[in-house]
Nanobody, 117 residues
Framework: QVQLVESGGGLVQPGGSLRLSCTAS????????MGWYRQAPGTEREFVAR???????NYRESLKGRFTISRDNAKNTVYLQMNNLKNDDTAVYYC???????????WGQGTRVTVSS
């Protein structure tokens, strides 16, 4: 089993920035992908971004240019830098790891991001 612990969420004004962190209980270089999903109130969970063990990122098309995913293998941590935040970015953000059959195998408990003036 792999435990994932997220941090960095909070309240931010529109146009502001946050950086989310996810630390894994395993060596992330051995995990094929790590990434992020989010779920807004009353909606289904949606893909945000993921990054491969080789460092290749993928993003939800609508988030390209505003969000950046990165990883620090020495710290077993993946990051999500979120810039120019919008009200529609308000959601609980979940760290995810180890894709199997096109879906993540492991999930964190989530960190809440609220974008509001």
């Amino acid at each position: 089993q792999v435990q994932l612990v997220e941090s960095g969420g909070g309240l931010v004004q529109p146009g502001g920035s946050l950086r989310l962190s996810c630390t894994a209980s395993a060596t992330i270089s051995s995990i094929n992908f790590m990434g992020w999903y989010r779920q807004a109130p009353g909606t289904e969970r949606e893909f945000v971004a993921r990054i491969s063990s080789g460092g290749s990122p993928n993003y939800r098309e609508s988030l390209k240019g505003r969000f950046t995913i990165s990883r620090d293998n020495a710290k077993n941590t993946v990051y999500l830098q979120m810039n120019n935040l919008k009200n529609d970015d308000t959601a609980v953000y979940y760290c995810a790891a180890n894709w199997v059959s096109f879906q993540p195998r492991y999930w964190g408990q989530g960190t809440r991001v609220t974008v509001s003036s």
